[in-house]
């Protein structure tokens, strides 16, 4: 049974979450990374009018909301995220008038639009700091300058290191440093400066007022840093985050920030949200970024670093749901993004990435799902260096460099590049072979990832008991299923009482995850070969074949079924 056993589709379902509280709370929130999303005018990178001729494929897709990278003026230093003017469209991507007819046009598909923020950092072209290195007075206070170290202060303020590898600081002309936590074209910002606070409260208005409908916080947990900016002590510093406590990350002070724009959002009268970028040393710390007086969401990357391991995925999944539940917030859940390895090539193949996708889409809470992932795209491994853009991969340690493998262009149809990306180019080239992958090739394939994926999303949207938390065990029956499953000789393995989020671990083989949710089940078998278990209900959707004679059931390697019950 692969996944076109969901023959009828299933009409005029809706979202779960709006009878628990908030559109977002189970929401399937799509990321468009949009300079490889699609490119309208030919110059070979992807722009606003592109992502809105494409909006179709996303509906049809059936996420409820769909998120855009920085498309601000920007030096395009680090792929936007150097953003030198937060009011205007940079002339890559379009105008205003383009970024107001995408908001108009997914609105009326049903889609909500969310875009980046970038509040941690500016572009060093942005008229603050040019005005900053002009000397003008009090310019620099709306950064971090300050002295160096050393005899004549040829030194770095302190060992503070860049994401990107090499020193966070560089000197100006006539001496002083400035922080940089990422490039050295993006000086930090000082956010113990009001003025920082009041320019960006106005620029949330602004987008908000032209109808977007929340924001993802770039580097969330960044604004803040610890008083005296002290040193850590040793190197490699990028590989600690979201590990170690760090004094330039996650510093409590960031929670004020947070809780004036959770006031700004809720001044209007249409719901709008906030989704924090935080990397957090423990899940019960992330939980803090989305109590309810502070933003919507936080990304769960926690989940997106789990390896392929039964117990391993528990123990993050429970710990995720524990934290947040806490607090009353949903947890996300997201496997790619447009700074990692996509989760095909990380887990190896892409039978264990259709799994894990129906894993995440059953778990409660919202999903995110990353351009190309729903085709089943691998990294791109072998770009050449000439064409690598990330400013990472120019300098020593840091993070790897190598992300612009997940940002090319994704393939729409045709055999050759740019597989209708554009009607040129593509700014990184994409790979032959993709032709099957395409938007086109596997449209209509039943055994296609994109078929696996519009067919999870409709039946997520039509089971009551999938999406956000709502009905208790008590109402389902649940436990008299896991009796008979413990009593049906199913393996060892801890079992788990039902949750407040609804869902409840059942035992299950070595390898195999087993758990339930109201009036469904879901089934993970980690393990290169085929296993045989009591059948848990009856099979809706699977990521690979499975054969069930309706008492049990022999579940493929690598694979993810989900069961009605």
Known sequence: MTHELTASRLASASSNATASGGWWRDAVIYQVYVRSFADSDGDGIGDLRGVRERLPHLARLGVDAVWLTPFYVSPQADGGYDVADYRAVDPLFGDLSDADDLIRAAHALGLRVIVDVVPNHTSEQHVWFRAALAGEPGARDRYHFHPGRGPCGELPPNDWESVFGGPAWSRTPDGAWYLHLFAPEQPDLNWENPEVAEEFSA?????????????????????????????????AQATL???????????????????????????????????????????????????PDELHQAFNFRFLNCPWDTTALRTVIDESLAATGSVGAPTTWVLSNHDVVRHRTRYGSLARARAAALLMLALPGSAYVYQGEELGLPEVLDLPDSARQDPAFARSAGQ??????????????????????????????????????????????????????????????????????????????????????????????????????????????????????????????????????????????????????????????????????
């Open 203 to 235: 620029v949330l208005r602004f987008w908000l007022d032209l109808g977007v409908d929340g924001f993802r916080v770039d580097v969330a947990h960044g604004m803040v840093k610890a008083p005296g900016l002290p040193d850590i002590g040793r190197g």
């Open 241 to 291: 985050i979201g590990i170690e406590p760090l004094p330039f990350f996650d510093q409590d002070g960031v929670h004020a920030i947070h809780r004036s724009w959770r006031r700004l959002l809720d001044s209007y009268e249409v719901p709008r949200i906030g989704v924090a970028e935080a990397w957090a040393p423990t899940s019960e710390r992330l939980a803090l970024y989305v109590r």
């Open 400 to 565: 790897d460099g190598l992300r612009d493998g997940c940002r090319v262009p994704i393939p729409w149809s045709g055999e050759e590049p740019p597989y209708d990306f554009g009607p040129a180019g593509s700014w990184l080239p994409q790979p032959a072979g993709w032709g099957g992958l395409s938007v086109a090739a596997q449209t209509g394939d039943p055994h296609s990832t994109l078929e696996l994926y519009r067919a999870a999303l409709e039946l997520r949207r039509a089971m009551p008991g999938l999406g956000a938390p709502e009905a208790g065990l008590a109402e389902t029956g649940l436990a008299e299923t896991a009796g008979a499953a413990a009593g049906a000789g199913v393996g060892a393995g801890a079992g788990a009482g039902a949750t407040e989020s609804g869902m409840q671990w059942l035992p299950a083989p070595e390898g195999v995850l087993l758990f339930t949710r109201p009036g469904f089940a879901c089934t993970l078998n980690t393990r290169p070969v085929p296993l045989e278990m009591p059948s848990p209900g009856r099979p809706v959707l699977s990521s690979a074949p499975v054969e069930t004679d309706g008492r049990t059931v022999r579940l493929p390697p690598d694979s993810c079924t989900w069961w009605s019950l």
